[in-house]
């Protein structure tokens, strides 16, 4: 029952994360042409930092319960003296989940302060130019959630 709870937690942060990043690229940012650069820089920072405080809870969960299912499937086998090896998938899983947060840290921590700065500052074009940057980064990471997820589902090796 912990395992199934653990898991069920960890999905749905994943897509929350996931799914989010989607929706930002591929349907706000488009419909945000619509805007001048004030109006849209400002609605940005808004929806980024309701979402980055989202992020920040789905990371941080999806990471502790990743972390935990392994170490209880780990611990388990320990207990009945049978020795295992975690799948290469989870391993996989793990290493991109961990660079997906740090990069989400660098995001949260280095670019939308500058975009929060110049909203207050009316300074559009480096609201413009930090707004570029989170987009950049977080088409990075929904490559890597998207590899993740796929990797966890059909395997590394095939």
């Not at 994943?14 to 706000?28: E, K, N």
């Not at 413009?128 to 987009?135: C, D």
Request: aromatic content about 10%; proline content about 3%.
């Amino acid at each position: 029952m912990l395992y199934a709870t653990l898991k069920t937690f960890h999905l749905l942060s994943v897509i929350v994360w996931v799914g989010g990043m989607v929706f930002a690229q591929f349907f706000l940012r488009p419909a945000l042409g619509v805007l001048e650069a004030p109006q849209r820089l400002r609605l940005m920072r808004l929806v980024l930092g309701r979402f980055f405080n989202a992020v920040a809870v789905a990371a941080g969960l999806s990471l502790i319960t990743g972390l935990w299912m392994m170490r209880r499937v780990v611990g388990h086998a320990a207990q009945t003296g049978v020795t295992t090896h975690l799948p290469l998938e989870w391993l996989v899983m793990a290493v991109l989940g961990t660079l997906m947060v740090l990069i989400f840290g660098y995001i949260r921590v280095v670019p939308y302060p500058r975009l929060v700065a110049a909203v207050a500052a009316q300074d559009w074009s480096a609201g413009a130019a930090a707004l570029a940057v989170i987009r950049r980064w977080a088409m990075v990471n929904l490559i890597l959630g998207v590899a993740t997820v796929a990797l966890s589902q059909l395997g590394v090796t095939g």
